[in-house]
C-alpha cells in the first residue's frame, strides 16, 4: 500500500469506480443533551455512480481550495482517502471524509490516512480538524482511538449538513 497526495490532474472520474462504500449500522451513538447515549441503529450507507461523482467533486474542491486529498493505493486501485477542506473556521479544518474500501477496513488503512494527514496538516499551520463524524460506534471507536474528542466549538453549517453526525474535533 502506498499513500500519496492526489493532484486535481489525479482525481479522475473514474478514481471511486472500484471504491466500496458500504457501510450497514446497527448500533450508533446520538447526543442527548451533552452526552453520547448508545442506540440501535438500523441503516446502509452504499455509494452509487451518482454519490461517487458528488465526492469526486468534493475532492477536487478540496484541492483547488487549497485543501488537500491523500489516497491509500494497492498498486493503481484507490482503497481510501481522507479529504481536508481549504476554508478555515477559527483554528478549525474540516475533515470532511476519510474511507476505507469495505473489503480492505481493520487493516490499518484508516488510521495510516488519518496520521499522515496530521503531519501534511501541521505543515499548512492546521491547529485542529473538525469532523462530523458517522454516528456508528466503529467509527465513533476509530476517532477515539486517534485522539478526536467532542467539539468545544459546533460550526453549524457542517452540523446541518449531517443533523445524526457526532461533532468531533482532534488537535493537530
Known amino acids: 500500500m502506498k499513500i500519496q ?3 486535481i490532474d489525479m482525481i479522475h472520474e473514474d478514481i471511486l469506480n472500484n471504491f466500496n462504500r458500504y457501510q ?3 448500533k450508533g451513538l446520538v447526543m442527548k443533551g451533552t452526552k453520547l447515549i448508545e442506540k440501535d441503529l438500523n441503516f446502509i450507507d452504499e455509494w452509487d455512480g451518482n454519490n461517487k461523482l458528488v465526492v469526486i467533486e468534493a475532492m477536487r474542491k478540496a484541492v483547488v481550495d487549497s485543501g488537500f486529498v491523500l489516497g ?3 498498486e493503481k486501485k484507490l482503497i481510501g482517502f481522507i479529504v481536508i477542506e481549504g476554508k478555515n473556521y477559527g483554528v478549525y479544518r474540516e475533515l470532511s ?3 476505507v474500501s469495505n473489503e480492505h477496513r481493520g487493516k490499518g488503512i484508516g488510521s495510516k490516512l488519518f496520521k499522515e494527514s496530521i503531519e501534511h496538516a501541521r505543515q499548512r499551520g492546521i491547529k485542529k480538524y ?3 463524524a458517522h454516528p456508528s460506534i466503529e467509527s465513533q ?3 477515539r482511538g486517534l485522539g478526536c474528542d467532542l467539539a468545544n466549538y459546533i460550526i453549524q453549517e457542517i452540523f446541518d449538513k449531517e443533523p445524526l453526525d457526532i461533532q468531533l474535533e ?3
Open 5 to 7: 497526495s492526489l493532484s
Open 24 to 26: 450497514k449500522t446497527t
Open 72 to 74: 491509500a493505493f494497492d
Open 97 to 99: 471524509y476519510i474511507h
Open 130 to 132: 473538525y469532523i462530523a
Open 141 to 143: 471507536r476509530f476517532y
Open 170 to 172: 482532534c488537535e493537530i
